[in-house]
């Protein structure tokens, strides 16, 4: 059974700063992974997403890495601002669903 | 291209009572899945349709049941509300990947918040 940890809970960090969100998955059969942001009562949007195959996928400031045998997902954020405040996911993808975490909540302070 | 929308947008129901939950799908899609996210938590599996058919059940009792039309939209019954039951109802629209598989990106939907008292 899949198990999808995220660490931190949640996170402040002033504006500017380059953080580090990081997610762990136990069984390794994924077909990708991918990473959401969630705006409190809000729906998921969609950041990024590695294939199996692939190492890592970079959107403007993130960036986001897959070591599948070690069973770990990093999304690195670069210069940090109150915009991106919010929950962010991690989802494994096996065949027919996707594994959640339970979530990073950052607050990014002006 | 309209991305995935679901109605209502909130819903506040007795327990005891039935709800019925609708989400239109992505152009192009023909997969959609139901999570529940409760408050504090990561979304939680409920279920998928493929085609019209119950693809893949998460741990949910059979009071939760759905339906998936021609037109890929698809709807969420839930029976017998519970408090529990209280929560953000999220679908998720997607094509089938290589070899049947859910290999593609999924696209959500704004949600349903539901409260049960």
């Known amino acids: 059974k899949q198990e999808v940890t995220q660490i931190p809970a949640a996170l402040s960090v002033p504006e500017g700063e380059n953080l580090v969100l990081n997610c762990s998955f136990t069984?390794?059969?994924?077909?990708?992974l991918q990473w959401f942001r969630q705006d409190p009562g809000k729906g998921l949007t969609s950041l990024l997403l590695?294939?199996?195959?692939?190492r890592e996928q970079t959107s403007g400031r993130l960036n986001a890495s897959l070591d599948k045998s070690s069973g770990r997902s990093t999304l690195y954020i670069a210069a940090s601002q109150p915009g991106d405040s919010a929950t962010y996911l991690c989802a494994a993808t096996g065949f027919q669903k996707l594994v959640f975490g339970t979530g990073t909540r950052l607050l990014v302070s002006p | 291209e309209t991305g995935v929308t679901q109605s209502p947008t909130h819903l506040i129901k007795t327990r005891g009572q039935q709800v019925t939950l609708r989400c239109s799908s992505q152009s192009g899609h023909n997969t959609v899945s139901w999570y529940q996210q409760a408050l504090g938590q990561g979304p939680q599996f409920i279920f998928q349709?493929?085609?019209?058919?119950?693809?893949g059940r998460g741990n949910f009792p059979p009071r939760f049941s759905g339906l998936q039309f021609p037109n890929y939209s698809s709807e969420l019954n839930v029976n017998a509300l519970e408090l529990d039951d209280s929560a953000l109802y999220l679908c998720?629209?997607?094509?089938?990947?290589?070899?049947?598989?859910?290999?593609?990106?999924?696209?959500f939907g704004p949600g349903t918040r539901l409260t049960v008292t």
């Open positions: 069984d390794s059969a994924i077909y990708n």
């Open positions: 998720a629209s997607s094509s089938r990947g290589q070899g049947g598989s859910l290999g593609g990106e999924q696209y």
């Open positions: 349709y493929y085609r019209e058919e119950e693809n």
């Open positions: 590695i294939q199996s195959s692939q």
